[in-house]
């Protein structure tokens, strides 16, 4: 599949900021099956200083600094992407869910990707007794790592109620599964901490998910959002593999990959400081749209 994807983030100060300070994580990085040609990323007003640089985790980071008063910041981030289906052969059994515990703990890659940083709490997900509980039913330490995973997001996607309304981008775990209702950054924040308490690294996947209209529906541009799934290690062989609980589905070709890190805090889309201004707004506009006029009737 090869797409064409834009995303406008606008933020409107009241009054306006003297100065701002801002981390942008919209590149999409290197990815299996997946290539990225043509970015660009525009910022209005210009900005006094603009670094590019590598993210502590397998992230792009673009750091900003505006030192002159703004009363709208406009970024644009546009590229064209490849992504191909996951060949998987679920039908092939992998390692099961006690032998990656025990194969993430002896691996010695420090690297990025490396198991040992996806493994333990992070800043927004402790261990929460009430998922924990929850979920060492379902994995038992025997079952196939992948489709015990897999199984599991289904059981999120039944389970649990999509719902814009009912949380907010820094509502705790926590409370998301006390009312099982949320959205995907939820719905993977859940599954990361049920994975984790039997031993498994995962990790928070940020990206674009293709969607398609109602029948009889026009597709709306710009009705897309940002997306949110998780990646989960399978051993040493298979590697990472994506699991999206919102859709109880395995990543595949309409999902884009722009970022990994333990949770939504390390690859939030935009976050910094600013001086001055008294509250915000926030718009965001996703197109991701089929360049093959085929593919985009389908």
């Known amino acids: 599949?090869?797409?064409?994807?834009?995303h406008i983030i606008r933020v409107d100060y009241e009054p306006p900021v003297r100065v701002a300070h801002f981390n942008l994580?919209?590149?999409?990085?290197?990815?299996?099956?997946?290539?990225?040609?043509?970015?660009?990323?525009?910022?209005?007003?210009?900005?006094?200083?603009?670094?590019?640089?590598?993210?502590a985790y397998p992230f792009n980071l673009t750091r900003v600094e505006i030192l002159k008063p703004v009363k709208t910041l406009e970024v644009r981030s546009t590229f064209i992407a490849d992504v191909g289906d996951a060949q998987l052969d679920l039908a092939v059994q992998t390692m099961s869910i006690a032998d990656v515990a025990q194969a993430?703990?002896?691996?010695?890659?420090?690297?990025?990707?490396?198991?040992a940083h996806y493994l333990f709490p992070s800043r927004l997900l402790p261990l929460v007794p009430e998922i924990?509980?929850?979920?060492?039913?379902?994995?038992?330490?025997?079952?196939?790592?992948?489709?015990?995973?897999?199984?599991?997001?289904?059981?999120?996607k039944s389970g649990f109620v999509y719902d814009t309304k009912a949380t907010e981008a820094d509502t705790p775990?926590?409370?998301?599964?006390?009312?099982?209702?949320?959205?995907?950054?939820?719905?993977?924040?859940?599954?990361?901490?049920a994975l984790r308490s039997v031993g498994l690294p995962a990790?928070?996947?940020?990206?674009?998910?293709r969607t398609y209209p109602l029948p009889g529906q026009p597709r709306l541009v710009g009705a897309d959002a940002m997306h949110a799934w998780v990646a989960l290690w399978?051993?040493?062989?298979?590697?990472?593999v994506g699991i999206?609980?919102?859709?109880?589905?395995?990543?595949?070709?309409?999902?884009?990959?722009?970022?990994?890190?333990?949770?939504?805090?390390?690859?939030?889309?935009?976050?910094?400081?600013?001086?001055?201004?008294?509250?915000q707004k926030t718009y965001n506009s996703v197109d991701v749209s089929p360049i093959d006029a085929r593919l985009a009737v389908s």
């Open 1 to 6: 599949m090869r797409y064409k994807v834009s």
């Open 25 to 55: 994580r919209l590149m999409p990085i290197d990815w299996p099956g997946q290539r990225v040609e043509s970015y660009k990323l525009a910022i209005d007003p210009l900005p006094e200083k603009r670094e590019e640089r590598a993210g």
């Open 104 to 115: 993430a703990l002896a691996e010695r890659d420090a690297g990025l990707m490396a198991p």
């Open 132 to 156: 924990m509980a929850w979920a060492r039913p379902q994995l038992p330490s025997d079952a196939d790592c992948l489709t015990g995973g897999l199984a599991l997001a289904r059981a999120i």
């Open 173 to 193: 775990v926590e409370d998301a599964f006390s009312i099982r209702r949320g959205v995907c950054q939820d719905f993977a924040h859940v599954l990361i901490v």
């Open 203 to 209: 990790a928070y996947v940020s990206g674009y998910l």
């Open 234 to 240: 399978c051993g040493p062989q298979r590697g990472w």
């Open 244 to 279: 999206d609980p919102t859709n109880g589905v395995l990543a595949n070709a309409d999902h884009l990959v722009v970022g990994m890190g333990r949770d939504y805090s390390d690859i939030s889309p935009i976050d910094g400081v600013f001086v001055g201004g008294a509250s």
